[in-house]
């Protein structure tokens, strides 16, 4: 984004309490945030997020350093451009502050009424347009006593949206709310703001909605995170993008990476699951469980794509049932259809029996093969070359199958080694994953 920053916080300090009792509760922190960003700023309890989102939004005054925000320095500013910059803003906080007196209707309308420039009917349409927006079209004349907490969240989602606000602050929106309401308000915040170009900044605990961040930024014991923390953070969500990213598109981004790309990016996320599963849990297991197969299978044919094969399967071990067991489509389009190998009659199951390769010209021919895996699958293979792959405790937990070499030759040792280049990193991205999946 090369626009100006609509936020940007330079060497910012805070101090609650007089004389001996002052205490600092922000330290020197720096931020610009960009139009049309949507930033998450998480934190344990009692960091001051809710310190500093006031101070962005005018609500309290500053003390030391500067703030600017939509263009206005808010440090020694006078209360009428305080006032000026907080209509600006829209704010949802936790406790929704609706007036219970008032409907749901008449709760948007409050804040367009606080605007001279809006005449009463527009005002009228407007709120009754964003209320359907959000999904209560037949909750416009309920007062807040008569509406489920998601149902009040929304009204405040809609009171924040009806001003077209530029920006957005939302204190710990989805608080109150079970997980499903939860995601549902953050999506709706997300598509409300991307159609406006809004920006939001989003406090929360709530892991699980970390993904609707185009950014998280992180505060401990008052500080922001230094840049390689920053880092960190930044890294986990593009891995969470990634996870999240549609089949088709994934595919596509995949099959523009040359050989070299496509093994950093797999060093960048093995690292990153690394992380990811070791140091934090933050990736949210959900959308994990949901997409990680897509993954898997858009890695596998990545693989397969480099290695000329025309086909690359990873089986899981299953040592409990004494199997393999991988899912396997016969096209992009098609239904995977789930396969099971027995581990002592067949190639695979003796690679990860045994830890070695192995490479079959003539697969027909081999006394091993399992046949029973055409005919399930319709498909015919010639040869094979089949890499096991190792876990952190170094045991085979899963197996990594390549069939029919295009061009009518077979796999050669260079294909094992290149194979054995692309498996390592791949190994510890499934481990990582198959550890989630079986939590
Ligand atoms: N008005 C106040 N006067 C004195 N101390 C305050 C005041 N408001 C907050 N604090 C203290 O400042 C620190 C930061 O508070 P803040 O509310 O910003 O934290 P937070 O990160 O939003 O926490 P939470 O996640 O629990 O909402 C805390 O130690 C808190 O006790
Ligand atoms: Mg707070």
């Known amino acids: 984004m090369s626009n100006e920053p609509i936020i940007v916080i330079k060497n910012l300090n805070h101090y609650y309490g007089k004389g001996q009792l002052r205490k600092q509760i922000l330290f020197d922190i720096s931020l610009k945030i960009y139009p049309g960003e949507i930033v998450i700023m998480s934190g344990p309890s ?21 703030l600017q925000i939509l263009g206005h320095e808010l440090s020694k500013a006078s209360n009428r451009l305080l006032e000026n910059v907080r209509k600006q803003i829209g704010f949802i906080f936790q406790a929704h502050n609706l007036l219970g007196s008032l409907t749901a209707n008449q709760n948007v309308q409050m804040s367009l009424v606080l605007n001279d420039a809006i005449a009463m009917e527009e005002a009228q349409e407007r709120s009754q347009a964003i209320l359907e927006q959000v999904g209560l079209q037949k909750r416009i004349h309920s007062y ?45 915040m997300q598509k409300l703001a991307k159609q406006q170009n809004c920006t939001i900044l ?68 093995k690292e990153e699951f690394e992380q990811v599963l070791q140091a934090m849990n933050i990736l949210s297991e959900q959308m994990l469980k949901a997409n990680i197969e897509e993954v898997i299978r858009a890695l596998a044919w990545k693989i397969a794509q480099i290695m000329a ?29 789930e396969i099971f190998l027995p581990m002592n009659a067949s190639i695979s199951g003796y ?40 876990n952190s405790k170094n045991q085979v937990f899963a197996v990594v199958v390549l069939t029919n070499k295009l061009g009518g030759s077979s796999f050669d040792t260079n294909d094992e080694r290149l194979l054995r280049e692309l498996t390592a990193p791949l190994g510890v991205i499934l481990e990582g994953t198959l550890s989630v999946l079986q939590q």
Request: hydrophobic share 35%; with cysteine; charged share 25%.
């Open 46 to 66: 009692g960091s001051g997020k809710t310190t500093l989102l006031t101070l962005i939004g005018g609500l309290r005054s500053v003390q030391e350093g500067s």
């Open 144 to 188: 807040p006593h008569q509406l489920s907490g998601g149902q009040k969240q929304r009204v405040a989602i809609a009171r924040a949206l009806v001003n077209r606000p530029k920006l957005i602050l939302a204190d710990e929106p989805t608080a109150a709310l079970d997980k499903a309401s939860g995601r549902d308000v953050v999506e709706l």
């Open 202 to 269: 989003l406090v929360t605990h709530d892991n699980r909605i970390l993904d609707i961040a185009d950014r998280i930024v992180h505060l401990e014991d008052g500080r922001l995170a230094s840049p390689t923390e920053q880092a960190i953070l930044d890294i986990e969500s593009t891995t969470t993008s990634l996870v999240k990213a549609k089949k088709e598109e994934l595919s596509r981004t995949l099959e523009e990476l040359t050989i070299p790309q496509f093994l950093s990016l797999l060093q960048k996320l």
């Open 309 to 337: 094969a025309d086909r690359a399967t990873i089986f899981v071990v299953d040592r409990e049932k004494n199997q393999l067991w991988s899912k396997v489509s016969r096209s992009e389009n098609e239904e995977a259809v």
């Open 351 to 390: 690679v990860a029996t045994t830890g070695e390769s192995v490479n079959i010209t003539d697969v027909q021919q081999n006394p091993q093969f399992y046949r029973e895996i055409d005919r399930a699958t319709g498909y015919h293979t010639c040869n094979i070359l089949c890499l096991p792959m190792f």
